[in-house]
């Protein structure tokens, strides 16, 4: 029982991982003994996080811009020549857009379901081999994708492709999880607000009545961020798949 949320030893890929949800999720991976790649499409961000990162443990950049299929490929090989097994993958990069829906442009909705849905699909599908060698039936490998209460609440702001692709992603959660078990288990987390470069302009207009809506009264800290995806990785989460949770104080209950 003493080890059951110990993620030690395993290896791990994350996703939008310099900055933001992304960067708290390696953190707390890192921090927690599991030999971390993060990737991003900022090569610099990516290798400085990395570097930040590795004061704490084993850090690793691997730069690449998920939205083209032909950086997808060469992510995959490079970490397949570094790796014979993934056993966490954390799909977390993304990208919003928002617009009144008369301006809604269609370049905007082409770039958050590119980013948001397809290549999750993808990454994750050119990545199962590398995650059914990790994967045992008492320890599954891990694929923990980060979608949004946008997806499952109705958003305030005019964001639609953000939340259409974000509750996309949560059902192919569930779509996948049948799939893959019992060597693979999938699941989601949905954060509320978090201090991201995603949520700064938003923060910075609306910070205290989003605080005060919340039931917890305050928005996410990475520890919480971190607290939700050991436990996905973790043997505690071994019977738990094709779930969506909301990380969000509650936030999601009042809407």
């Known amino acids: 029982m003493k080890d059951l949320f110990s993620v030690a030893g395993k290896v791990a890929l994350v996703t939008g991982g310099s900055r933001g ?3 708290m999720i390696a ?5 927690n003994g599991a030999r971390t790649y993060v990737t991003s499409r900022k090569a610099d961000a990516c290798r400085q996080t990395a570097a930040e990162l590795s004061r704490e443990g084993e850090c690793i950049a691997l730069p690449a811009d998920l939205a083209q299929a032909e950086e997808r490929a060469r992510l995959v090989a490079e970490l397949g020549a570094r790796e014979p097994k993934l056993h966490i993958l954390v799909n977390n990069a993304g ?12 370049s905007g909705w082409d770039k958050v379901f590119d980013l948001n849905l397809k290549a999750i699909f993808f990454l994750t599908r050119d990545l199962l081999p590398a995650l059914e060698r990790a994967g045992t039936a008492d320890d599954p490998a891990r694929v923990v994708n980060v979608g949004s209460i946008d997806g499952l609440t109705v958003p305030l702001l005019e964001t639609y492709s953000y939340s259409a692709a974000k509750a996309a992603l949560h059902h192919m959660t569930r779509v996948l999880a049948r799939k893959l078990a019992p060597r693979v288990t999938v699941n989601a987390i949905a ?13 910075e207009r609306f910070g205290d009545s989003i ?38 104080g509650g936030l999601s209950t009042c809407r």
């Not at 617009?99 to 269609?106: I, K, V």
């Not at 520890?223 to 738990?240: H, K, N, P, Q, W």
């Open 27 to 31: 953190h707390g991976l890192v921090a």
């Open 211 to 248: 605080r005060s809506a919340n039931p917890r009264g305050r928005i996410g800290e990475p520890e919480d961020m971190a607290g939700a995806t050991i436990f996905l990785c973790s043997r505690a989460a071994a019977y738990v798949t094709g779930a969506v949770i909301p990380v969000d």
């Open 95 to 106: 990208a919003n857009w928002g617009a009144p829906l008369a301006e809604f442009p269609e």
């Open 191 to 203: 954060p509320g607000p978090f201090e991201s470069q995603m949520m700064k302009a938003t923060l």
């Open 21 to 23: 949800i992304g960067r």
